[in-house]
């Protein structure tokens, strides 16, 4: 690789944005940080990002400062979060991640004496049940300080101000397109790729994670540019990080009001660290408005922005769901550990990262492979000859097979969890994610390619659903697909689907096996029967048939509950379809309620669903091999019978708490198409008092508005709650966390009942005079102006994602950004304001004394 021209030496340093810029964005930050309990509270000023790297006792001074600080503001019982299976995930799936990084490559490319301290700081974090896996979507002080810092770390070797972070390269790319395409005005809007003289042509995925977003790729040369037919319809310009006429290529995308986007491959980002053994930056173009750096040397990947506006695009908010919800890249749930590990490695040192470089790989670009799978009958159980696995026992069967292929370990997960999907007798095709949201893009991407292969790249599918995931709403956005809603007290409407399925244009029914705003259950067996007779009409007619997608995501209880068994009704799709023509794909999570480390879920199918998948473009990681290895030894610690024994007396523990919510007269939402096994509930909550009364007690039930917009009679706001067996953990009063909730809410119940403001009920519940005068939840009324295009709208979306902008941008580590900015905007004015005074009196002294 060519020297780059921008290279300058010497640590570089986060930017500083105009200060009244940075006072206007921390103004909105802080009520929303303060509201969500989520600023990093300053720490990280004991950290820094130098050639040597930091101590031990700072590394330990940093996060037991953020540990203790996030102490504070543990839950009793939270909306899903925290699962904990089995309390011995904690030491085998932090033994089994040390191991695994102790014998990497990186790990191996250190010196001796960065070795032991590598060692260190990574026991600190693996074998810390509360530093090892976490949801960053769940914000709190720890992670703000923790993520806020890491962003740093590729902002100042940039010198850019602000940063975000994906799961993988294409993820990263694939963000900042879309944020591009959203912005852009312009009909059909396209990338141009401006390719330097002799480059040849630019990367398939580049290509390919355009297409994906519904814009065309075209590659021109940097002579050609200027008068390209492809420019007028440019969402933005792409580039190589090599261009030698970059400079002159930035300042013309300037004029053109166009940004530049860099997408900067492993090799080039290896390349940096490894020519120059001391720290080293760069300052590019001020027309370079963004970059993607791919995942490799780093767990995760990264994106650049000069501003704000790109990355507030892509943090996606519900405009339609009724819970409050924000993530920052394509995935719901997140997980934290890459970004953990990524974090200790740079504070490991350039030195280190220096070594890590020159002596280790870079990454190899896969595609997408789902795996076929036999019947699972001919499936051998990985060490079926121990009757009663242990911790250690389990410890050395992951460690001695920690060398075995990935497809292999991926087959082992799959198999198992076909003890609660179903379809044991069936051949399948699988494909593993990063999580549900993301096992759901693959289903939709899956749909949509076949749909495109029969009536061609410009097909607009129609997906009918009745009250769905979030997943859906975000999907239809990104993909550019309509989701018809045809539902009935949260449920689909069998009737109305009947109706909307005739429609040439529906490619897929989505259901849920459990939804996690209200705990229903769709009419899983009514809605294959209108499936199956529209797919035998469209047989004949050589049409394509329409795809059950099913989200069982969080049903794991459901699925255990209703396995067909015993008399036990059966609500497994891959069991009810196995006679039918109707294609079926299954979405499972195995971080959620199998209880696995956040980060893993598939995606199971019938023969020719997920298949056309194949040799597409990867966008979002999928779980490594070690995390694969996890996953099993997890699953085969508490095996098939011991999932049954947790969710059976969890799903009795859940009846039991709904059954006494209902007796002392809370109304619970949808309950009529609830089934047994269900852990999700939802509970009315008029004006949303009860969960404010509930927050101070110590739990965090998710806030639920906009219910049923089509019945404006009924109370519109409540809160829900996604129950896991750690909710039956037993606190230090020697009560379950479960009953505690069920004393406080139903205390709390009683208070409302007693209290509601009468003037209060002169208005609606959900209107702003109801939420004011009662003294309920008002953001509630806030989110609900989400729904509705306008001002409001735009408002509620700033203020919101002013919230993870100020997790990301939060960091202290090499930064020049002004910490209180708005205080010192505040001093200036107030000093400003002085002044005036002062010299307006003399001003008025004077003209007294000469009259």
């Given at each position: 690789m060519e020297p780059l021209p921008f290279l300058k030496p010497g640590a570089g340093a986060v930017p500083a944005r105009p200060l009244l810029v940075e006072a206007w964005k921390q103004m909105l930050e802080l009520p929303v940080l303060a509201s969500a309990r989520a600023s990093s509270l300053g720490l990280g000023k004991e950290l820094d990002f130098t050639a040597a790297g930091v101590t031990m006792e700072q590394f330990a001074g940093f996060f037991n400062a953020a540990l203790g600080a996030a102490k504070k503001t543990e839950a009793i019982v939270?909306?899903?979060?925290?699962?904990?299976?089995?309390?011995?995930?904690?030491?085998?799936?932090?033994?089994?991640?040390?191991?695994?990084?102790?014998?990497?490559?990186?790990?191996?490319?250190?010196?001796?004496?960065?070795?032991?301290?590598?060692?260190?700081?990574?026991?600190?974090?693996?074998?810390?049940?509360?530093?090892?896996?976490?949801?960053?979507?769940?914000?709190?002080?720890?992670?703000?300080?923790?993520?806020?810092?890491?962003?740093?770390?590729?902002?100042?070797?940039?010198?850019?101000?602000?940063?975000?972070?994906?799961?993988?390269?294409?993820?990263?790319?694939?963000?900042?397109?879309?944020?591009?395409?959203?912005?852009?005005?312009?009909?059909?809007?396209?990338?141009?790729?401006?390719?330097?003289?002799?480059?040849?042509?630019?990367?398939?995925?580049?290509?390919?994670?355009?297409?994906?977003l519904n814009m065309k790729f075209y590659t021109v040369s940097c002579a050609g540019l200027k008068t390209s037919e492809h420019i007028s319809h440019a969402a933005c310009v792409m580039t190589s990080f090599s261009n030698p006429q970059l400079a002159e290529l930035a300042d013309w995308a300037s004029k053109a009001d166009l940004g530049v986007h860099i997408h900067v491959w492993d090799s080039e980002l290896r390349s940096i660290f490894a020519n120059n053994p001391e720290p080293v930056h760069l300052e590019l173009p001020m027309g370079v408005r963004s970059m993607s750096l791919e995942d490799g040397l780093f767990r995760s990947a990264y994106q650049l922005y000069r501003d704000t506006e790109l990355r507030d695009i892509h943090h996606d908010l519900p405009l339609i769901w009724q819970s409050a919800y924000i993530s920052p890249n394509e995935g719901g749930s997140g997980n934290t550990t890459p970004l953990y590990t990524d974090f200790c490695f740079a504070l490991l040192g350039w030195s280190a990262m220096h070594d890590i470089a020159r002596k280790t790989s870079s990454k190899h670009q896969d595609r997408l492979k789902p795996q076929t799978l036999p019947p699972y009958a001919q499936w051998d159980y990985p060490i079926s000859q121990l009757s009663t696995p242990t911790v250690d026992t389990v410890l050395d069967w992951s460690k001695a097979n920690m060398g075995v292929s990935r497809e292999e370990v991926e087959q082992h997960v799959f198999q198992f969890q076909r003890n609660f999907v179903g379809g044991k007798t069936r051949t399948v095709e699988a494909v593993t994610s990063g999580g549900g949201t993301r096992s759901g893009n693959f289903a939709f991407e899956s749909v949509i390619a076949r749909a495109k292969a029969k009536y061609g790249p410009d097909f607009r599918m129609k997906l009918i659903c009745g009250n769905p995931h979030l997943l859906v709403e975000r999907a239809s956005r990104r993909f550019e697909f309509d989701d018809i809603r045809v539902f009935k007290d949260g449920a689909i409407d069998v009737e109305a689907l009947k109706t909307a399925i005739t429609d040439p244009a529906v490619a897929a029914v989505y259901t849920q096996t459990l939804s996690i705003t209200d705990g229903i259950t769709d009419p899983l067996h009514e809605v294959l029967a209108v499936m199956e007779e529209e797919n035998k009409r469209r047989q004949a007619a050589g049409g394509l048939l329409v795809t059950l997608i099913n989200d069982c995501c969080l049903a794991l209880s459901v699925l255990i509950h209703n396995d067909g068994k015993n008399g036990a009704n059966n609500l497994r799709v891959l069991d009810m379809t196995e006679n039918c023509i109707t294609p079926t794909i299954v979405m499972l999570d195995a971080h959620k309620h199998i209880g696995a480390d956040k980060g893993v879920s598939m995606a199971m199918g019938t023969p020719g669903t997920l298949s056309s998948l194949s040799g597409q473009v990867k966008v979002g990681s999928q779980p490594s091999q070690g995390a694969l290895i996890r996953v099993l030894a997890d699953m085969l610690l508490v095996g098939a019978d011991g999932y049954y024994e947790k969710y059976r007396m969890l799903g009795a523990a859940v009846a039991d708490v709904t059954k006494s919510l209902a007796d002392s007269g809370m109304k619970l939402i949808h309950v009529q198409n609830k089934v047994v096994g269900a852990t999700a509930f939802s509970v009315e909550d008029p004006s949303g008092v009860m969960q404010k009364k509930l927050k101070k007690k110590g739990h965090a039930p998710s806030p639920l508005f906009g219910m049923a917009p089509e019945d404006p009679k009924r109370v519109q706001t409540g809160y829900l709650l996604h129950l896991t067996p750690h909710a039956l953990r037993q606190m230090e009063n020697g009560k379950r966390a479960l009953d505690i909730f069920v004393v406080d809410a139903i205390e709390s119940h009683k208070q409302v009942s007693a209290s509601y403001s009468s003037l209060a009920k002169i208005f609606r519940e959900c209107s702003l005079p109801a939420f004011l005068l009662s003294g309920g939840n008002e953001e509630l009324w806030t989110f609900e102006l989400l729904r509705r295009p306008g001002f409001g709208r735009n408002t509620v979306q700033l203020i919101l994602r002013r919230l993870y902008s100020g997790i990301l941008d939060s960091g202290v580590v090499c930064s020049k950004k002004p910490q209180a900015a708005l205080q010192e905007v505040l001093k200036r004015a107030l000093a400003l304001a002085v002044i005036f005074f002062v010299a307006l009196r003399q001003f008025r002294r004077r003209r007294s004394i000469k009259s």
């Open positions: 939270e909306a899903g979060n925290k699962y904990s299976v089995c309390s011995d995930f904690k030491r085998l799936n932090g033994e089994l991640l040390l191991y695994e990084v102790e014998q990497s490559a990186a790990y191996a490319a250190l010196s001796k004496t960065d070795q032991s301290r590598a060692t260190e700081f990574f026991k600190f974090v693996y074998l810390n049940g509360e530093l090892r896996n976490r949801n960053p979507l769940h914000p709190n002080h720890l992670d703000s300080a923790v993520m806020g810092n890491l962003m740093n770390f590729p902002k100042h070797i940039f010198c850019f101000p602000c940063a975000s972070y994906a799961t993988d390269g294409n993820e990263a790319l694939s963000l900042l397109l879309f944020s591009y395409r959203f912005k852009c005005s312009k009909a059909d809007p396209c990338v141009v790729y401006v390719a330097a003289d002799g480059e040849g042509q630019p990367h398939r995925d580049l290509q390919d994670c355009t297409e994906r």
